[in-house]
């Protein structure tokens, strides 16, 4: 089974600067099966992101995905309000099980 | 457009059974797999396993395989998740969520059923 780790577990920041969220698996992630999703409260998963970068119907391009193998990064380049959410990424590689990372909150500096 | 849609909040006792639904709106049931994903309060999404619509064959995440059965109804575009033998660790936010594939991400998805088991 593949474990993903997220780090920060909270990042705190202001509207308008920049988020780096980091998923790194424990092994190397098949043709880049990767994918990030925004979860606010009471709600299911958003889909943002597929691929490792790309850009899933409607998301907007301030949201961007990077990296391969074992090392993937979110990146939402000037936060809005509406972006102060859960981000979790998937693996979704050639053998089950599916697996999630634990989650990186971002929330308001 | 599409939309998946998931039967109400259960509230269970140890030892018993929940059935959750998830009809489907808006485009070809048969040619996409159904998964289904759990949430624990304040805890993190754990992969149930999925259900191909199309011929009904399953599988199950090893940790979930005595206890979640996984089945569909053609004929109203809806697919259903057992669980049985429900402890206080079943406790959780259910969501089903479409899938082209086997192992996919998931493009939509239900708004969740909230399972609580409790004496």
């Known amino acids: 089974e593949i474990v993903l780790t997220q780090s920060p577990g909270t990042l705190s920041l202001s509207p308008g600067e920049r988020a780096t969220l980091s998923c790194r698996a424990s092994q190397n992630v098949n043709s880049d099966s990767l994918a990030w999703y925004q979860q606010k409260p009471g709600q299911p998963p958003r889909l943002l992101i597929y691929?490792?970068?790309r850009r899933a119907t409607g998301i907007p391009d301030r949201f961007s995905g990077s990296g391969s193998g074992t090392d993937f990064t979110l990146t939402i380049s000037r936060l809005e309000p509406e972006d102060f959410a859960v981000y979790s990424c998937q693996q979704y590689g050639d053998s089950p099980p599916i697996t999630f990372g634990p989650g990186t909150k971002v929330d308001i500096k | 457009q599409v939309q998946l849609v998931q039967s109400g909040a259960e509230v269970k006792k140890p030892g018993a059974s929940v059935k959750v639904s998830c009809k489907t709106f808006?485009?070809?049931?048969?040619?996409?797999?159904i998964h289904w994903v759990r949430q624990a309060p304040g805890q993190g999404l754990e992969w149930l396993g999925w259900?191909?619509?199309?011929?009904?064959?399953?599988y199950y995440a090893q940790k979930f395989q005595d206890w979640v059965t996984m089945t569909r109804d053609t004929s109203i575009n809806t697919a259903y998740m057992e669980l049985s033998r429900l402890t206080s660790d079943a406790t959780a936010v259910y969501y089903c969520?479409?899938?082209?594939?086997?192992?996919?991400?998931?493009?939509?998805w239900g708004q969740g059923t909230l399972v609580t088991v409790s004496s």
């Open positions: 808006g485009y070809a049931f048969n040619g996409y797999y």
């Open positions: 259900i191909n619509p199309q011929n009904g064959d399953t």
């Open positions: 969520a479409r899938g082209f594939l086997q192992g996919d991400y998931f493009d939509f």
């Open positions: 691929g490792a970068s």
